[in-house]
């Protein structure tokens, strides 16, 4: 069989273009299973269709010690990603080097956010939380 696989905007739209090129009922029908009904991808399509049609957007600043390294943050990102396509808005993330903030620059590079996620970890070390925690509270 040969399945085209074709660029997409998001890899949520993956299942959908595989689900076209009947790849489901290919690889069924090679392990020798049956296709017993045709598989309801509405709530699929809902989720798709909010994801990519957003009425407002918001920016969050991501603030890490590793933001160069954004798999590191996958997780994270993703569930910004469809907390944003539930709510009908689209989440910019601003990365934030943890070690870059201070607070001298805090006020102004926090201005333009509507939130900040603060990833700590055991990892972090007690010196670049200490200070984030300090920055956060002159925004208070």
Request: contains cysteine; charged residues 30%.
């Amino acid at each position: 069989a040969v399945i085209q696989s074709m660029d997409v905007s998001t890899i949520y739209e993956v299942p959908i273009k595989m689900r076209e090129e009947k790849l489901d009922e290919i690889v069924l029908e090679q392990l020798g299973l049956p296709l017993n009904s045709e598989p309801d991808l509405e709530s699929w399509k809902k989720f798709l269709f909010k994801l990519k049609n957003y009425s407002k957007e918001v920016r969050i600043g991501l603030v890490g010690k590793y933001v160069e390294l954004h798999d590191a943050y996958k997780s994270i990102v993703e569930a910004f990603i469809h907390a944003g396509a539930v709510n009908d808005c689209k989440v910019n993330i601003e990365w934030i080097h943890s070690e870059e903030l201070n607070e001298q620059n805090a006020a102004d590079r926090l201005k333009n956010l509507h939130g900040i996620f603060l990833h700590q970890c055991n990892k972090m070390g007690g010196k670049e939380v200490f200070r984030i925690k300090r920055v956060l509270l002159l925004e208070e």
